[in-house]
């Protein structure tokens, strides 16, 4: 069994771009941080993912969002090709069906790992990425 379900909480780079199409629908665009887990190194490393929706009401969960305000977005992982066919442009990109603002406890600086007023019991849990399970049948 193939599935496509993405699962993103991180946030908001910049304000929602909006762009009216000819069918008179509206494409909301965005993109959304989400750190990685610290390298050998200690340095803190980030994604910068671009997201879309034609959803009215998930582009307007977003557009109410400031920037650096945390989210969690689902929706499916896209290819989209532009351009003429000699110059064909490849994109990705995550196409977003639900969006809402997130609660959880977002750790503070000093609960971060090399931070050096890091408590033994600082909050990581919002920096651990949650188990989805696999429901297809092994063959």
């Not at 599935?3 to 929602?16: D, K, M």
């Not at 771009?17 to 509206?26: F, K, Q």
């Not at 671009?50 to 992982?77: H, I, N, W």
Request: net charge positive; aromatic share 6%; hydrophobic share 35%.
């Amino acid at each position: 069994m193939d599935r496509n379900e993405v699962l993103l909480v991180g946030r908001l780079s910049a304000g929602v771009e909006e762009h009216p199409l000819p069918s008179g629908d509206t494409v909301a665009k965005w993109r959304i941080i989400v750190r990685r887990r610290r390298n050998r190194r200690g340095a803190a490393l980030t994604d910068s993912i671009p997201c879309v929706t034609f959803d009215p009401e998930a582009a307007a969960t977003v557009r109410g969002l400031k920037p650096r305000d945390y989210m969690e977005v689902t929706g499916s992982f896209r290819c989209r090709v532009f351009g003429p066919p000699a110059a064909k442009i490849w994109r990705y990109e995550v196409e977003v069906s639900s969006a809402k603002p997130y609660e959880a406890d977002v750790p503070l600086p000093s609960d971060l790992p090399d931070s050096p007023t890091r408590s033994p019991h600082g909050n990581l849990a919002a920096l651990i990425p949650r188990q989805v399970v696999y429901l297809a049948p092994a063959s």
